[in-house]
């Protein structure tokens, strides 16, 4: 390898699913080796880290309470906040995103995602839920100033085992394969992975004495 | 290097018989927990300020001017004066009175308070809590350390040719340190003051602090107030003991589990592996307290957390016999032995009039550096050819 190749992107994929095995984790791991596919094709190197939030459960659900993470939740929260691209991934349960799926969000700084490449995806066992990606999820990450990718990626329980459509709607394949590409796109050109942020950075106009009153 | 406790003042259910002291007995208490810290040879006592239940300490200046009276050598402190929500001019009278009534065994810790509707009740908006932290505070030093204040601000009427009353005890404001968990604004304030920075850092990880601390140090050295390493810290702590840990575990596990804060949350292990809490055998929190100075550096302070979550009176008394005891004249030897002469110990008032004639005798060289430097400069400039390159500007005087 060359010395000066620019450094890897760094790609994350979150699963909310809770049973092993998973087709939340399917759908998320679908979704991440399509990405990882078509940075490849564009010459883009990329780094790929899964994580799924039923490891780190307890360590959320401490955090909401104590308000600190644990070090393997905070390897978690730093992975997505760094990230070039995030690929979200939840069950819907009852009309929503699952709590665990939320919680999380819920304990990561709400600046942390700003600019950030999101790829929305949820499973559900009708594909009557499936609205529930733009009434619920969109707006999630368009209040964190994430950058929601048009197309997002719902896949019912049947949608596993239909085949090449006969119809000519698009299958859930040609849905990965589209909303991949545009992940992809954004990661190619993202430089948030290598943007060094100043915890301790004060606004410009900060004065330890104040703009009134001062001497 | 000084020792202590701080209490929130919390009126907790004790989880083990299921009782709840009242407000008078927990106030009474606390009372009682402050005159012993003095009898076990601590050196400081931190009351804090609440104005929302389940806290009983609103009124602090009245409570410590009770445990003024009462005890000799303790120096008094708060764990924290809402500097957010509190009028400055009444903060600078009540704890100069404070510091008159105790003979100058008195400083403060400023805080911005932990409670959203506290602002609202006394008629500020959270929103601006870190400006009214910086606003009132330079507005409170003023009050201290001028006469006359003439002054106008954003947040309160202005004051014309205002004198806060009493005057500090010799003219010297009593100490101050800013407590904060996570706000740099706050560090870099108290770096600017030259005040001191207290982390109470019992509920979090210390990486956290450990960043927050040195960001402090640096920005202490940068405003001319000494060394990185001179600057004043103090951190939070928090310990439940037994002659053999498991007996303390023992006794404590019902506390932790139904705390406030942290209660039915993570497990007794995972915050003592997670925070500074440590709960076992004296020599372990001696052991754990000593990694405090490794992760931050020689420090001044260092305050316990001993009365809160419903621990009954008696046992919040025999945890501070053993603290006394058992466990702060190791740390404090320690401590002595390891700090470097050139750092310096916990503030006193009478350090701080050291402190403050020190720095009246270096301003006092500067003035005079500089009417030298323009009675030169007026000197040469009546000389028909200037000597070398010798003109104002080469020597830092503005407008030459």
Redesign the interface.
């Known amino acids: 390898m060359a010395e000066n190749t620019t450094p890897a992107k760094k790609l994350v994929a979150v699963s909310a699913g809770l049973s092993q095995p998973s087709s939340t984790r399917l759908l998320a791991d679908r979704l991440a080796e399509a990405t990882v596919a078509d940075l490849r094709d564009r010459g883009v190197d990329v780094e790929l880290t899964m994580i799924d939030l039923r490891d780190v459960a307890n360590d959320i659900?401490?955090n909401?309470?104590?308000?600190?993470a644990?070090?393997k939740l905070q390897e978690a929260i730093d992975a997505v906040s760094n990230a070039d691209g995030l690929i979200a991934t939840t069950p819907i349960f009852t009309a929503s995103y699952s709590g665990l799926f939320k919680s999380f969000f819920d304990v990561i700084d709400n600046t942390a995602l700003t600019g950030l490449p999101v790829l929305i995806a949820a499973t559900g066992g009708t594909p009557r839920h499936s609205l529930a990606l733009d009434h619920a999820m969109r707006p999630l990450f368009s209040y964190l100033r994430a950058s929601v990718l048009p197309t997002s990626v719902f896949a019912a329980t049947e949608d596993w085992g239909s085949g090449a459509a006969d119809d000519g709607f698009p299958t859930l394949p040609d849905r990965i394969r589209r909303a991949a590409g545009e992940l992809a796109a954004a990661v190619a050109v993202s430089k948030r992975s290598t943007e060094v942020k100043d915890?301790?950075?004060?606004d410009s106009s900060?004065?330890?004495?104040?703009?009134?009153?001062?001497? | 290097m000084q020792f202590g406790i701080f209490t929130v003042g919390d009126v907790t259910t004790d989880p083990t018989n299921n009782t709840t002291p009242t407000e008078n007995e927990r106030i009474k208490a606390i009372l009682t927990i402050a005159q012993k810290a003095e009898e076990v040879g601590l050196d400081v006592f931190a009351l804090g300020e609440h104005h929302n239940e389940p806290f009983v300490p609103s009124s602090p200046t009245t409570m410590l001017g009770y445990v003024a009276a009462k005890t000799e050598n303790l120096l008094l402190s708060t764990a924290t004066t809402l500097i957010t929500t509190n009028d400055p001019v009444k903060i600078a009278e009540d704890y100069a009175m404070l510091q008159h009534v105790a003979d100058g065994r008195v400083d403060l810790m400023m805080g911005r308070g932990n409670t959203g509707p506290v602002y609202p009740w006394f008629g500020k908006d959270i929103r601006q809590g870190i400006?009214l932290a910086?606003?009132n505070y330079?507005?409170l030093r003023?009050l201290w350390d001028e006469e006359v204040v003439d002054?106008?601000?954003?947040f309160r009427t202005p004051l014309q040719g205002f004198t806060s009353t009493p005057r500090p005890l010799d003219g010297v404001a009593p100490f101050v340190w800013h407590g904060s968990i996570r706000s740099?604004?706050i560090?870099?304030?108290a770096?600017?003051?030259g005040d001191g920075f207290f982390a109470n850092h019992i509920?979090?990880?210390k990486e956290?602090f450990q960043?927050l601390i040195a960001?402090y140090r640096q920005r202490f050295e940068h405003y001319g107030h000494g060394r990185a390493d001179q600057a004043y810290a103090g951190l939070g702590g928090q310990v439940f003991m037994a002659k053999n840990s498991q007996d303390a575990v023992k006794q404590f596990r019902p506390y932790f589990d139904n705390a406030p804060?942290?209660g039915?949350?993570?497990s007794l292990e995972?915050?003592t592996e997670?925070?500074p809490l440590t709960v076992g055998s004296p020599q372990e929190v001696i052991d754990r307290t000593l990694t405090f100075r490794e992760t931050f550096g020689d420090y001044q302070r260092q305050l316990f957390l001993m009365d809160h979550a419903g621990l009954p009176l008696k046992t919040v008394l025999e945890q501070l016999d053993m603290l006394g005891e058992l466990v702060v004249p190791t740390l404090r030897k320690e401590m002595d032995a390891k700090r470097p002469a050139h750092v310096p110990d916990g503030p006193t008032h009478q350090s701080q009039i050291e402190r403050m004639a020190a720095r009246a005798a270096a301003k006092q060289v500067a003035d005079a550096d500089e009417q030298s430097a323009v009675a030169a400069e007026a000197a040469r400039s009546t000389r028909t050819t200037p000597v070398g390159a010798g003109t104002g500007a080469a020597f830092g005087i503005k407008g030459a």
């Open positions: 659900t401490s909401l309470m104590t308000g600190f644990s070090t915890p301790f950075a004060l900060f004065s330890p004495i104040g703009a009134y009153g001062a001497q | 400006p910086i606003e330079a507005l003023r002054w106008e601000g954003k740099p604004e560090a870099e304030q770096a600017y003051y509920f979090w990880p956290h960043r960001y804060v942290y039915h949350g993570p995972d915050f997670q925070t």
